[in-house]
């Protein structure tokens, strides 16, 4: 008798896509990653947490479908993960307007563009 109830791992719920927008922390790394593929490093610097809490986020975000990574030598480089549903679309856009008018998202982005992580050590 087929499960026809269960859902392909690929594919996140809308109940985990929720949860892992509810922290803020989250939040501002899907804001920084909308901009585009960021390094850990450069992570780190802007939200100013140490490698380890950065990385148990992205690692909750990249559960529930929302980030991809690639390694480069030591270092991960995360990206948001293409949208699988027409619902994780709206997600996503609805995530980007709600950033523009947000003070602390807009600083974040700022930092972004200043960090110089790529002549750095870790890229």
């Known amino acids: 008798m087929p499960d026809t109830g269960t859902i392909a791992r ?5 109940e985990g896509l929720f949860r892992a927008c509810s922290d803020r922390t989250r939040l501002r790394i899907l804001n920084l990653l909308i901009a585009g593929e960021t390094c850990v490093c450069d992570l780190m610097s802007v939200l100013d947490l ?3 809490k950065v990385s148990r986020h992205l690692a909750y ?7 991809r ?11 948001l993960a293409s949208c699988n549903s027409e619902f994780h679309t709206q997600l996503i856009a ?4 709600a950033f523009k008018g947000d003070l602390i998202y ?9 960090s110089d992580c790529k002549s750095a050590v870790c890229c």
Not at 10 to 14: A, G
């Open 106 to 114: 807009h600083r974040d982005i700022k930092q972004l563009k200043r």
């Open 50 to 52: 140490p490698q380890a």
């Open 10 to 14: 690929s594919t996140p719920t809308v």
């Open 94 to 97: 609805c995530l980007t307007y």
């Open 61 to 67: 975000l990249r559960k529930n479908g929302l980030v």
């Open 69 to 79: 990574a690639r390694k480069q030598g030591l270092w991960h480089h995360y990206r």
